[in-house]
């Protein structure tokens, strides 16, 4: 009886598959990824420049950011206009920087105090505490901006609040008797910048103690609103690319200090 052959043509790929093991010749297994071990850029700054803060709520985070961001180097008023052609450069054409409220293009170069042109914006306005443009919280630029001359005088001094009239020459930011709506786009920077000047200047380096409150028409005490309000745009419109490289330039190039509610925006609700 003859034996009956059972067909091998299937098996022949693993056993050519077992050969190649043995041989040496199969292909290596992917060889996994491992994690970065570097960290970035905000949890370094965690780790040196806000290292005394960290964990940390109310008073005692804004005391301890006031010791941190009060470490600076000090600008004179001239020294402003150069610093916000870096600090605001359109990131589009390097010539020209971008006003805060219109959110215009506008050459560097023209800059004065004609229609028209760009000037320095003190955010918190310099009548509320009269500090004028002295060295110190009159020529920081973490609160000073290129502003549309005409524009900046329909601010005026003006505390911040939601409402009023469009301005025509604005499109998007709204004024009335006591109080300034920036556009939506720079709303959140405005509030960081007004809080950054609450923690930084705290009366204690021969300048008032700078506060923000919950009222319009604080005239010429060291205090500008509306804070709810402030706190409600700074989660609206939280920090952008723009905003980001700014605080970078002022920490790298010229105050060597950061504005905290940049990196942080979750600080603003753990102090107010």
Do not use: C
């Not at 961001?69 to 020209?96: C, F, G, H, M, R």
């Amino acid at each position: 009886m003859s034996r009956r052959h059972l067909p091998v043509r299937r098996a022949l790929p693993a056993a050519l598959a077992a050969l190649a093991v043995f041989s040496g010749t199969a292909a290596a297994a992917p060889v996994p990824t491992p994690p970065s071990t570097t960290a970035s850029p905000l949890a370094a700054l965690d780790d040196t420049y806000y290292q005394d803060a960290t964990g940390k709520t109310g008073a005692a985070l804004k005391s301890a950011l006031h010791t941190i961001i009060s470490d600076q180097s000090k600008l004179t008023y001239s020294q402003v206009w150069d610093a916000l052609k870096d600090t605001d450069e359109d990131p589009a054409n390097s010539s020209n920087i971008i006003e805060l409220y219109t959110g215009r293009s506008e050459p560097k170069s023209d800059n004065g105090g004609n229609p028209g042109q760009w000037n320095r914006e003190h955010v918190w306005a310099k009548s509320h505490g009269d500090f004028g443009t002295a060295t110190g919280p009159g020529t920081d630029i973490h609160h000073l901006r290129p502003s549309d001359v005409q524009v900046n005088s329909t601010r005026g001094n003006k505390d911040f609040d939601n409402g009023g009239t469009e301005l025509g020459d604005a499109p998007g930011n709204y004024t009335d008797s006591d109080s300034f709506e920036p556009r939506d786009a720079v709303k959140g920077d405005v509030a960081r910048m007004i809080l950054y000047m609450a923690v930084r200047y705290e009366g204690d380096d021969a300048f008032p103690d700078l506060e923000p409150n919950d009222s319009v028409s604080n005239g010429s005490s060291p205090h500008i609103g509306r804070l709810s309000v402030l706190k409600a745009w700074s989660e609206q419109d939280p920090p952008d690319a723009f905003e980001k490289r700014r605080n970078d330039v002022i920490y790298e190039d010229y105050q060597h200090n950061r504005n905290p509610f940049v990196d942080h925006p979750e600080w603003v609700d753990a102090i107010w």
